[in-house]
Each structure stands twice: as structure tokens, then as C-alpha cells.
């Protein structure tokens, strides 16, 4: 069944098998010309493989800047990273970002150039095999008609699906999504979450996914982490989400449930 | 009591499977397609313009100050057929290459050692701020005394008035790729050289061949004007040389054939050159509208 459980309390414990990443205790400040900013204090967590693992919360939260930490783009001031047991010290190909921003991909090369590019560039893969391996996840993602199109020919929905599949072709230890879908049309918004649930049923990737949308947390996670802003402090872990369903009003209980919860500091805040 | 419903559009207009269907596209008319090419407006404007040129010059009649148009053209085929301007132009396009290609290899250097350090950068920063406003021909008489009456005083000039656009532009390129493409590129483990030449150039390069192309047109006219001050190297001068030279022979038809010669050859580079760059390169990928 759903339950919140609040962050201090002991998880349920995982099966055997140790956590995919580890999270430590991590605190990370970066410096604006004339302010240090705290934007989490002391987070810790952990991701098992095959986990769809949201981090909410609203803006200020940190949540995007501790998943640029996962990508290793920043080093926590304290706390550790671990992810397979190796600490994270720089961005690598074992963690492949998708960004929110439409020009992550390459303009001067096509859709499968663009897939195709890390395969070569970070694994060394010979040619042929990069495109063997491209076109599958091209097709995964339904694009192979424009598979030789270039990148500004596309729209924003088809862009991150070349992002995703670009992501997944790597098949990196985890996909990191920093709010994939923000720029997106509502319509479109909604499409690309149940590709994205569709390919996971597929391949049941491990992915960690920031969002600020409460419903597109419950709908694309199994667990969600929530934060709270100023600075990013763990909140509560919302587990089993994969159970809640749109039918019976649970998944609409969940999320005025994590939105009473998210917003219950400000007492002027209505809905 | 009303209650939520769709109507489908068939519904409303109860039509055969094709029944009013409307063109989508249309083609448009022979002239507009024509003039819709940028070459065949300018191509007109030309052949006005020349047409001016033409009459005006008959009108005054006086060679020696302006020569028609047909003059022109006459002694620039005549001498293109002696094999004076061939001549002249290799000379000078020789000395152009060098200069261009030596001070476009320096400013990758310099770029490439500014983007990965920061002393790079404040040298790069400090050395185009002091040099960029000096016109390069004026380092010509200094040139003169370090390196001597010759091509290689040319190169000298040729490479100042290079190198500090192409940097320039280049480095302010590198600064102005997006971060999320810079932070693609780590993702993918690339640093150092891979990284600049993987990421950057390529994301640059609206900018790089923007610097490319300034630093032509200094070249160009950098080198055109170093010939008039002085042209013979090795017995064999330049197109600016055969200008001063035909000037002092009071062959005005032939320094006007001259001039149309640098215009021409500048004209060949801009827009065949560049242009077809452009088209294969940022145009295809939609880096410029």
C-alpha cells in the first residue's frame, strides 16, 4: 500500500543486494559573485537498480543541483556519493544526463549521429556496431523516420526523445533526467510520460528524475523523495507510488496527501 | 439536464471522403521563384549599375580620368591574355595563403591555450584588446627593417591582420556555447584537445566563421594596400603593385582593370567560398536563419 513514511525513520530494508547508488550525508554550496548558497543540507538516500526515482519539491529545493552532483559536475562540500561502490568525482558515461534544454543535442549532426556520438566517443565502439545499436534505440523511441533529420528540423518532444535515447543507448548505470518534459507542451508533456513508463517496462532501466510536478511524480515513479526548500533538506520518502492508481482516486488522495505535506509550513498557501 | 458530449466533426459536415478538400500547397509563379534567389537580384543590380558606369563615362569622354566600362573590360582581357594579371594574381593570392593560413593555425593555437587555462585567456584577452585596434598595415614599416623587401615582410602584416579577428572571434565563440552542451561533452568524458575539437569548434562555428571571414577581408585588403607601397619581391609583383605601376604609366584603363580584378577576386571568395561553407556547415544545421 502508499505510505510516507517521515525521512528520520528507518526504510524498509532493501533486499540483499547492495544499493545501486548511495547518497551520504551530502551538503552542497556553490558561490554567486557575492553569496554562498547552501542548496542541501546533509541528504542522504539511496537508489536500487531499476528504481524510478523522483526527486520533488519546489524551487530552491536543491534538487537539480544534487543531481548535477550525481552527474558529478559538482563535489559536495560534505558527505559522499557512491554509485556501484566507486565514489563520484566527475561527469562519466555511467551516468548519462538528459537535460531539460532543447539544445543538449548536437545541431551539426543528425538524429543517429547524435545517438550514435557517445557510443564511439565514450565506449569505443567501432562504427557499425554505434549504429547497429543506435537505429534499435531510435527505433524504441519511435523516430526512425527521422533518424537522418537534424536536430532543429525537429520538435521539442521528438528533441528529447532523441535526448532519452541518446541516454539509453549508453545503457549507463543510471539515467539522470533533469526535468526532461519541463519545456513541453501539456499534451506532449503527457505523451512522453507513458513512453517513458513503456521503455522502462522494456528494458526497466534504473533513472532518477527531478520534477516539480507532484502528478508527474506519482505517475512515472516507484519512489519519490521529497525536499524542502532553503535548504534542501530531505523531507519525507514516498514509497510503493507504483501502486497508486488514477481510477480509484488513490493516485489524487497521494497527491494532495505530498501537496498538504510540502506546503504545510505556509499557512497562507491554498490550492 | 445537460451532460458532457462529443461531437465529432464528420457530424457537422456530413461531406464525401474528399469532397472540398482544398490545395495545401501551390507553386509559385516562375518569376517569383526566380526572384526569390538572392544571386539573381544582385546579378541585376550589377548589370544596372555597370549600365550607369557605361553611360556616364561615354558622357564625360576624358580616359584619363574615368574610363568606360567597355575600356575596362577590353584591356582586363587583354591583359589577362599576355599573362600579366594570372601573374600577378598568383603573386599575390601565394603571399595571401601564406599569411592567412599561418595566422589562422597561431590564432587556433592561442584559442586552444586560452579555453583550457586562464592565463591563456587574460594573454589572448590582453594581446587582442592592444592589437586588434592597430591596423596591420601600419606595422609595415617595421616589417620592413626586421624582415627586408620581400614576401616575408608581407606574411608578417598579413598574419598581424589575421590572427587577432580569427581569436577573437573564435574565443568569444568558444565562451558562448551553452552550457548544457558543455556539460554534454563532459558527460561523455571528454576533456583537453577531443573536448575542444569535439564540442566546441563545432559549436562554435558560426562565430569561427564569422572571425574566418573578417580575417579575410583584413588580409585582402591588408595585402592589396602593403603592394602599393611596395610590390616587387623576387622581380615579381603583386595585383596592388600592377595598380601603382599602370597609375604611373597613366594606363588608367588598366588600373581600373585592376581594381575590378581585386573586387572580383574578393567577390569569388565572399561569396562562393564562404557561402558554400555556410551552406554545408551552420545552414544545414540550422545555427544560422
Request: positive net charge; hydrophobic residues 45%; aromatic residues 6%.
Given at each position: 500500500m502508499l505510505q510516507v513514511t517521515p525521512a528520520a525513520i528507518d526504510r524498509p530494508a532493501s533486499a540483499t543486494k547492495p544499493p545501486l547508488l548511495e547518497v551520504d550525508k551530502v551538503t552542497l554550496r556553490y558561490k554567486t559573485p557575492n553569496l554562498l548558497v547552501t542548496a542541501t543540507e546533509s541528504v542522504s538516500f539511496s537508489v536500487n537498480e531499476s528504481d524510478r526515482f523522483v526527486l520533488l519539491g519546489p524551487s530552491g529545493c536543491g534538487k537539480s543541483t544534487l543531481l548535477k552532483a550525481i552527474g558529478g559536475y559538482m563535489t559536495p562540500s560534505a558527505g559522499t556519493i557512491h554509485i556501484n561502490g566507486r565514489q563520484?568525482?566527475?561527469?562519466?558515461?555511467?551516468?548519462?544526463?538528459?537535460?531539460?534544454?532543447?539544445?543538449?543535442?548536437?545541431?551539426?549532426?543528425?538524429?543517429?549521429?547524435?545517438?550514435?556520438?557517445?557510443?564511439?566517443?565514450?565506449?569505443?565502439?567501432?562504427?557499425?556496431?554505434?549504429?547497429?545499436?543506435?537505429?534499435?534505440?531510435?527505433?524504441?523511441?519511435?523516430?526512425?523516420?527521422?533518424?537522418?533529420?537534424?536536430?532543429?528540423?525537429?520538435?521539442?518532444?521528438?528533441?528529447?526523445?532523441?535526448?532519452?535515447?541518446?541516454?539509453?543507448?549508453?545503457?549507463?548505470?543510471?539515467?539522470?533526467?533533469?526535468?526532461?518534459?519541463?519545456?513541453?507542451?501539456?499534451?506532449?508533456?503527457?505523451?512522453?510520460?507513458?513512453?517513458?513508463?513503456?521503455?522502462?517496462?522494456?528494458?526497466?532501466?534504473?533513472?532518477?528524475?527531478?520534477?516539480?510536478?507532484?502528478?508527474?511524480?506519482?505517475?512515472?515513479?516507484?519512489?519519490?523523495?521529497?525536499?524542502?526548500?532553503?535548504?534542501?533538506?530531505v523531507k519525507a520518502e514516498v514509497v510503493h507510488v507504483d501502486e497508486a492508481r488514477q481510477d480509484d482516486g488513490s493516485a489524487a488522495a497521494l497527491e494532495r496527501d505530498i501537496h498538504n505535506l510540502l506546503f504545510a509550513s505556509e499557512p497562507g498557501h491554498k490550492e | 439536464m445537460n451532460s458532457p458530449q462529443i461531437i465529432l466533426a464528420s457530424d457537422v459536415q456530413p461531406s464525401g471522403p474528399l469532397g472540398n478538400v482544398s490545395a495545401v500547397e501551390q507553386k509559385l509563379s516562375p518569376f517569383e521563384t526566380v526572384w526569390g534567389i538572392g544571386a539573381v537580384r544582385k546579378t541585376a543590380l550589377i548589370l544596372v549599375l555597370a549600365i550607369i558606369w557605361q553611360v556616364y563615362a561615354t558622357y564625360l569622354d576624358n580616359p584619363l580620368l574615368f574610363p568606360t566600362l567597355s575600356d575596362t573590360l577590353i584591356t582586363l582581357y587583354d591583359r589577362f591574355v599576355d599573362g600579366t594579371l594570372p601573374n600577378r594574381i598568383w603573386t599575390t593570392l601565394q603571399i595571401l595563403f601564406m599569411g592567412y593560413f599561418a595566422g589562422t593555425v597561431l590564432a587556433a593555437l592561442l584559442t586552444v591555450v586560452a579555453i583550457n587555462t586562464q592565463i591563456g585567456t587574460d594573454f589572448l584577452e590582453t594581446m587582442t584588446a592592444m592589437f586588434n585596434p592597430l591596423p596591420a598595415i601600419s606595422l609595415l614599416p617595421l616589417a620592413l627593417i626586421w624582415f627586408g623587401l620581400g614576401a616575408s615582410s608581407l606574411v608578417f602584416v598579413l598574419i598581424h591582420s589575421v590572427l587577432w579577428a580569427v581569436a577573437l572571434n573564435t574565443h568569444s565563440g568558444f565562451l558562448g556555447v551553452s552550457r548544457t552542451l558543455r556539460m554534454v561533452g563532459a558527460n561523455y568524458g571528454l576533456t583537453g584537445l577531443p573536448y575542444v575539437l569535439k564540442i566546441l569548434v563545432p559549436a562554435a562555428f558560426p562565430s569561427i566563421l564569422t572571425g574566418l571571414k573578417i580575417g579575410w577581408a583584413f588580409a585582402w585588403r591588408t595585402l592589396i594596400a602593403a603592394e602599393l607601397v611596395f610590390g616587387v619581391s623576387s622581380g615579381q609583383g603583386g595585383l596592388g603593385w600592377f595598380i601603382f605601376e599602370n597609375r604611373n604609366l597613366l594606363d588608367i584603363p588598366a588600373v581600373f582593370a585592376g581594381l575590378l580584378t581585386v573586387i572580383i577576386i574578393g567577390l569569388i571568395v565572399e561569396n562562393l567560398v564562404f557561402q558554400t561553407i555556410e551552406r554545408h556547415t551552420i545552414q544545414k544545421w540550422g545555427m544560422k536563419e
Open positions: 563520484v568525482k566527475r561527469p562519466g558515461p555511467d551516468r548519462m544526463m538528459v537535460f531539460q534544454e532543447f539544445d543538449q543535442l548536437m545541431p551539426w549532426k543528425t538524429v543517429l549521429e547524435n545517438v550514435m556520438f557517445p557510443l564511439t566517443v565514450a565506449r569505443k565502439l567501432p562504427k557499425h556496431e554505434a549504429e547497429t545499436i543506435a537505429r534499435e534505440y531510435i527505433d524504441k523511441v519511435k523516430l526512425t523516420r527521422a533518424v537522418d533529420s537534424y536536430p532543429h528540423t525537429l520538435s521539442g518532444g521528438m528533441k528529447q526523445r532523441v535526448a532519452i535515447a541518446r541516454g539509453m543507448a549508453m545503457q549507463p548505470d543510471i539515467l539522470l533526467m533533469d526535468e526532461p518534459f519541463a519545456a513541453l507542451d501539456a499534451l506532449t508533456r503527457r505523451q512522453m510520460q507513458d513512453e517513458l513508463l513503456q521503455l522502462w517496462e522494456d528494458t526497466k532501466f534504473t533513472v532518477i528524475f527531478v520534477t516539480h510536478s507532484i502528478a508527474e511524480a506519482i505517475k512515472i515513479s516507484n519512489r519519490i523523495l521529497l525536499l524542502s526548500p532553503h535548504p534542501g533538506r | -
